[in-house]
């Protein structure tokens, strides 16, 4: 690896790292990157998660404010993700590729409008929030979307944090900056999962990892601080319109 394709992996990887853990959007730049370094499309799939499952632990550490009380919804969650992590992964390894290629620009871009819709009033962060309507278990619908967007991550992942944050923003009566927190954790443990079968069964390009997991480590450590300093409407319309481009150049790409 030259130099120069070191410096292009680390620096898309602190750009994948700070849009990842504020937005979401962590492979618009680190699978791009990957593909310009010259790995196929498969393998740079599954390097990227690879990275993305090491980075992810940066983001969640510095989103420890933000998870205060939220242990509870994160287990029930966790465990669908997990279970959704696997089955992405597997289906991966299996199936042709481009199975989902065209139907992720729609998912992106009708999460993404959806969580432009939505609106919630700013609460500062440690005021308590009252109880959720009911706990996950008794919401099939909600538990079905986070299985889905979880299968969707450990498959590809491009903007899987747009639809988690969508959807998440949509059921639970939190700040945006909590919900983003959960978001980290959630799709998190879906890429540790995923990366797991993809280190054991998959063609990862370690040499890549190296670089990129580094700017991830970087990227994800100062996302969760920049959150706090954002109005969380600024924040969720700049969410939105970066998935909204994402989605377009995804639906380009496809079709």
């Given at each position: 690896m030259t130099p120069g394709v070191f410096a292009l992996l680390v620096g898309a990887g602190v750009a994948a790292g700070l849009s990842g853990s504020i937005a979401g959007l962590a492979s618009l730049f680190s699978y791009p990157a990957l593909l310009a370094a010259g790995?196929?499309?498969?393998?740079?799939?599954?390097?990227?998660?690879?990275?993305?499952?090491?980075?992810?632990?940066?983001?969640?550490?510095?989103?420890?404010?933000?998870?205060?009380?939220?242990?509870?919804?994160?287990?029930?969650?966790?465990?669908?993700?997990?279970?959704?992590?696997?089955?992405?992964?597997g289906l991966l390894l299996l199936t042709p590729p481009g199975l989902f290629t065209r139907v992720v620009p729609f998912l992106v871009a009708g999460s993404s409008v959806l969580l432009l819709l939505s609106r919630r009033n700013p609460v500062p962060l440690g005021t308590p929030m009252p109880a959720p309507p009911g706990p996950p278990r008794r919401r099939p619908g909600v538990l079905v979307g986070v299985l889905a967007v979880s299968v969707y991550g450990g498959y590809f992942g491009a903007a899987a944090g747009v639809l988690m944050l969508a959807l998440l923003a949509t059921v639970l009566p939190e700040t945006l900056m909590r919900v983003n927190a959960l978001k980290n954790v959630l799709l998190g443990l879906a890429n540790v999962i995923a990366a797991v079968g993809f280190a054991v069964f998959g063609p990862v390009s370690w040499l890549a990892v190296v670089p990129l997991t580094i700017g991830l480590l970087l990227g994800s450590w100062f996302g969760p601080p920049v959150v706090r300093r954002l109005p969380a409407n600024l924040l969720r319309i700049g969410i939105a319109v970066a998935g909204i481009g994402l989605a377009v150049k995804l639906g380009l790409d496809a079709y």
């Open positions: 790995l196929p499309a498969t393998s740079a799939n599954v390097t990227n998660t690879v990275s993305l499952a090491v980075g992810s632990v940066s983001s969640i550490t510095s989103s420890r404010p933000e998870l205060v009380g939220q242990a509870g919804t994160a287990r029930k969650l966790g465990a669908i993700c997990a279970v959704g992590g696997a089955a992405g992964a």
